[in-house]
Nanobody
Framework: QVQLQESGPGLVKPSQTLSLTCTVS??????????WAWIRQPPGKELEWMGA???????YYSPSLKSRTSISRDTSKNQFTLQLRSVTPEETTVYYC???????????????WGPGTQVAVSS
């Protein structure tokens, strides 16, 4: 069974870059048709799909975050990484990595999630 685990700093200063890594076990991230996403849920708001990287390496981003977001992968480590530039305190929340078995651009379509990691943006 595929398992996901987020890791990264719990505290980032405003205007800096948030970097998170998702380590996947139980199957390669290159498995045909799988999509690997980053998702967050700001306090009091709905789940927000931020972007994804496909089994092929292609990337897809939320239009609202595209200018500040990069998702990459290291297939040798079976990991994929989120970089979110110029963060603000309003982006303090839990960040999740997740897997879908086909292309998906909404959080609800992902059926395998990591436990999440809390990130605070504060000086």
């Amino acid at each position: 069974q595929v398992q996901l685990q987020e890791s990264g700093p719990g505290l980032v200063k405003p205007s800096q870059t948030l970097s998170l890594t998702c380590t996947v076990s139980g199957g390669p991230i290159t498995t045909n048709s799988d999509y690997w996403a980053w998702i967050r849920q700001p306090p009091g708001k709905e789940l927000e799909w931020m972007g994804a990287i496909a089994y092929s390496g292609s990337t897809y981003y939320s239009p609202s975050l595209k200018s500040r977001t990069s998702i990459s992968r290291d297939t040798s480590k079976n990991q994929f990484t989120l970089q979110l530039r110029s963060v603000t305190p309003e982006e303090t929340t839990v960040y999740y990595c997740a897997r879908a078995s086909e292309r998906a651009t909404v959080a609800e379509d992902y059926d395998n999630w990591g436990p999440g990691t809390q990130v605070a943006v504060s000086s």
